[in-house]
């Protein structure tokens, strides 16, 4: 299994929308509605944004949304805010119980 | 409060076997519907799952590394254990512990994270 296809890098102004975006298969991403995106600030453990594509844990603001078309989902950062300047990581369920991680995207808020 | 801690040695030599430990806070191993995985970072990389292990003793590993791991628990102590053999230098990285997110049905996002715990594999 190769790890999902992020780009690397992402930037935006406060205030703007960015979104990144992960490509797999359809052995994963396009497989499965299972879908999910991490936000990792620098020395900290990753936390949950996103899961199954679309849905959001309580606690994570409304501008954060996921989508997904075929073998790509996106994650979409609405209203940018200096604080979600960090690293987003997809995930993907891949078939027996196995996920997949992408190779991470740092988003840069100018 | 419920947490996660991971601990294990900070340096292993090239060959030696790995043995980490999670230990859980605020809610029981062994609770129906719980899983717990364990994911690394190398330094400056990406994320990679290793493997999960389920209330009922279900285990499951990563493809490409199966062959080296074990995932075990320890109700007693409410611990989740991770045995990795023949180390290298590309196991160098930050080791987390993760609870699965209880609504998920297969196991696919991650809801609580430990704070990670760093290995270098060196001589």
């Known amino acids: 299994q190769s790890a999902l296809t992020q780009p690397p890098s992402a930037s935006g102004s406060p205030g703007q929308s960015v979104t990144i975006s992960c490509t797999g298969t359809?052995?994963?991403?396009?497989?499965?509605?299972?879908v999910s995106w991490y936000q990792q600030h620098p020395g900290k453990a990753p936390k949950l944004m996103i899961y199954e594509v679309a849905r959001r844990p309580s606690g994570v603001p409304d501008r954060f949304s996921g989508s997904k078309s075929g073998n790509t989902a996106s994650l979409t950062v609405s209203g940018l805010q200096a604080e979600d300047e960090a690293d987003y990581y997809c995930c993907s369920y891949a078939g027996s119980n196995t996920v997949i991680f992408g190779g991470g995207t740092k988003l840069t808020v100018l | 409060q419920v947490t996660l801690t991971e601990s294990g040695p900070a340096l292993v030599k090239p060959t030696q076997a790995l043995r980490l430990t999670c230990t859980l806070s605020?809610?029981?191993?062994?609770?129906?519907?719980?899983?717990m995985n364990w994911i690394r970072q190398p330094p400056g990389k990406a994320l990679e799952w290793l493997a999960r292990?389920?209330?009922?003793?279900?285990?499951f590993y990563s493809t490409s590394l199966q062959s080296r791991l074990a995932i075990s628990k320890d109700t007693s102590r409410n611990q989740v254990v991770l045995t990795m053999t023949n180390t290298g230098p590309a196991d160098t990285a930050t080791y987390y512990c993760?609870?699965?997110?209880?609504?998920?049905?297969?196991?696919?996002?991650?809801?609580?994270w430990g704070q990670g715990t760093v290995v270098t594999v060196s001589s």
């Open positions: 359809s052995s994963d991403v396009g497989g499965y509605d299972y």
């Open positions: 292990i389920d209330w009922d003793d279900d285990k």
């Open positions: 605020g809610f029981s191993v062994s609770s129906t519907g719980v899983r």
């Open positions: 993760a609870r699965t997110l209880s609504r998920s049905p297969v196991g696919d996002a991650f809801d609580l």
